[in-house]
């Protein structure tokens, strides 16, 4: 009997130690804007007692009004990030949010699509439902449709198209 006791204590002594001190709403943070644009965007962050510091590493475009932020023990508080497209060309920018507390550091990916006022294509990516769940090393079937959008294309599919 002792001993189920003594095992319970360690095994909820060392869980403690496992939980994490940070967590976040989200794995990711992909956003779009056209070009020129901006938008804002809050992130849902749950912490630990103490302060946690954030920073943006590897991508313009992205910035914080707030970079560091006080936490109750299990608080809830949102942190802005704004994204702006001012100074960008049009593309797909990759960077992280960096998030440091006191004993642990997450990287949250930002994807940061800028979008061109023009559109010469798009498509439709359909998943037949049977594989909308899959398990790794498994096949997936897709069938992807890809639109013309510039007037350039052939009745037989797309052709050369003048994008000035």
């Known amino acids: 009997?002792?001993?189920?006791?003594?095992?319970?204590?360690?095994?909820?002594?060392?869980?403690s130690f496992i939980s994490s001190e940070v967590s976040v709403n989200s794995l990711i943070l992909k956003v779009s804007v056209?070009?020129?644009?901006?938008?804002?965007?809050?992130?849902e962050?749950?912490?630990?007692e103490g302060n946690l510091n954030f920073n943006i590493v590897?991508?313009?475009?992205?910035?914080?009004?707030?970079?560091?932020?006080?936490?109750?023990?299990?608080?809830?508080?949102?942190?802005e990030l704004i994204f702006n497209s001012a100074n960008l060309d049009s593309g797909i920018y990759v960077g992280n949010l960096r998030i440091e507390g006191l004993e642990e550091t997450l990287?949250?990916?930002?994807?940061?699509?800028?979008?061109?006022?023009?559109?010469?294509?798009?498509?439709?990516l359909d998943v037949p439902p049977e594989y909308k769940q899959v398990s790794p090393g498994?096949?997936?079937?897709?069938?992807?449709?890809i639109f013309d959008l510039s007037g350039g294309g052939t009745a037989n599919g797309l052709g050369l198209s003048n994008l000035n």
């Open 107 to 124: 990287n949250l990916p930002i994807i940061f699509e800028v979008n061109s006022p023009e559109l010469s294509f798009d498509y439709i």
């Open 138 to 145: 498994e096949s997936v079937l897709t069938q992807i449709k």
């Open 1 to 15: 009997m002792r001993k189920e006791y003594l095992l319970i204590f360690v095994f909820l002594f060392c869980f």
């Open 45 to 48: 962050i749950t912490s630990e």
């Open 34 to 43: 056209e070009e020129g644009g901006f938008v804002s965007r809050n992130l």
């Open 58 to 79: 590897g991508i313009n475009g992205v910035t914080l009004p707030q970079r560091e932020i006080y936490f109750n023990s299990g608080e809830k508080k949102n942190l």
